[in-house]
């Protein structure tokens, strides 16, 4: 049986309304009643977020909606999956949009092996409410991401000392964790050498 992804994974959402936090989303219930959902205030474009930790290529999301009532809160959810966490990861491809599902019902949409650490569940327009009660994730992995970085730095700096170069390590991890990257390890694989560039007259001798 495939692993439930989402599990093991982290959520949060943009607002919380009452308790009815974002975690509840997760946890493995299918109580769709208020006591087992998430749910945001009403406000401008609400979302919700699972860190599923490391990168996965997701095949499916899996959503299950509130019983209770409030049904069609759901409609127009857009599930989007990617590495970005810009604009809080909502601006990650869009993997569907939830055109409704019925009260208590679990619908199933295809991400076709999206690759992605994050998912993102938004309702785009105003003072819209964003109920979840279960979301299950499905795909394989982790993954690895690799990413090459090329660097320059001011001459003026010393790379030989080692403050300096713990200092550089920080700023670029900095740097990483603003575009996404949380999980990563930097160190110099070598101690860059501090090179001296000197012109040369080359001019002919008189006779």
């Known amino acids: 049986m495939a692993e439930n992804l989402a599990v093991d994974g982290a959520a949060i959402q943009s607002s919380t309304s009452a308790d009815w936090f974002a975690e509840k989303a997760i946890d493995r219930g299918l109580q769709q009643l208020y006591t087992g959902c998430s749910s945001t205030i009403p406000e401008n474009n609400p979302w919700w977020r699972l860190d599923l930790r490391h990168i996965y290529r997701v095949s499916k999301v899996v959503i299950t909606n509130r019983k209770d009532c409030c049904a069609e809160r759901i409609n127009g959810t ?5 590495n970005s966490l810009e604009n809080n990861g909502t601006n990650n491809p869009i993997c569907a949009v939830i055109p409704a599902i019925p009260a208590g019902e679990s619908y199933s949409y295809s991400c076709d ?9 938004i309702i785009p327009g105003d003072m819209k409410t964003l109920t979840l009660c279960e979301v299950k994730v499905y795909g394989e992995g982790p993954f690895l991401k690799r990413s090459f970085i090329k660097l320059m730095f001011d001459s003026s700096k010393d790379l030989t000392d080692s403050t300096m170069r713990e200092n550089i390590l920080k700023q670029l991890g900095s740097a990483l964790v603003d575009r996404g990257f949380t999980d990563v ?3 110099w694989s070598q101690i860059p050498k501090q090179e001296v560039m000197q012109n040369v007259n080359t001019g002919k001798r008189s006779q």
């Open 185 to 187: 390890t930097l160190s």
């Open 113 to 121: 092996g999206m690759e992605g650490r994050y998912v993102n569940l």
């Open 78 to 82: 857009e599930i989007r999956i990617g």
